[in-house]
């Protein structure tokens, strides 16, 4: 189930259940110049709203201390293959359209967040510089 909350924060959650286990996942999406204190407020509404899983999307790389404090938020345990999984994940979305995505548990694929099929490179169509 993916639904999505009003606000500024664009948080949207999306629950993943086994027979054993419901988990919450918020996804923040920001443009423009990010910084540690986005990742520690959206730290904090994590935490709040007891999600297991933050993933926070930007346009932006990532400065070392954004890392260090997504990492400070620790890890999950999946229910389904004994995955440990960063609670809080920063991903770009020069990343994410070369691949490296977020990391999700299995439990969540199974249960139904699908996964879109790998689509050929249409020749005709240009590249968007990433760099």
């Known amino acids: 189930m993916l639904c999505r909350r009003a606000?500024?924060?664009?948080?949207?959650?999306a629950m993943a259940t086994t027979s054993k286990c419901c988990a919450k996942a918020l996804i923040?999406?920001?443009?423009?110049?990010?910084?540690?204190?986005?990742?520690?407020e959206f730290a904090h509404v994590v935490e709040r709203e007891g999600a297991t899983l933050g993933l926070f999307l930007t346009l932006e790389p990532p400065t070392t201390p954004m890392l260090r404090e997504a990492e400070q938020v620790g890890y999950y345990?999946?229910?389904?293959?004994?995955?440990?999984?960063?609670?809080?994940?920063?991903?770009?979305?020069g990343q994410l359209l070369t691949g490296d995505g977020f990391?999700?548990?299995s439990s969540a694929l199974l249960m139904g967040v699908q996964q879109?099929?790998?689509v050929a490179p249409d020749a005709a169509q240009?590249?968007?510089p990433l760099d």
């Not at 443009?31 to 520690?40: E, F, L, P, T």
């Not at 229910?79 to 979305?93: F, K």
């Open 7 to 13: 606000g500024s924060n664009s948080l949207f959650s």
């Open 103 to 105: 990391a999700i548990p």
């Open 77 to 93: 345990t999946s229910p389904l293959g004994n995955r440990l999984l960063p609670r809080l994940q920063v991903r770009t979305v």
């Open 116 to 118: 879109a099929e790998r």
């Open 28 to 40: 923040q999406v920001k443009s423009g110049k990010v910084s540690v204190r986005d990742i520690r």
């Open 126 to 128: 240009q590249r968007i």
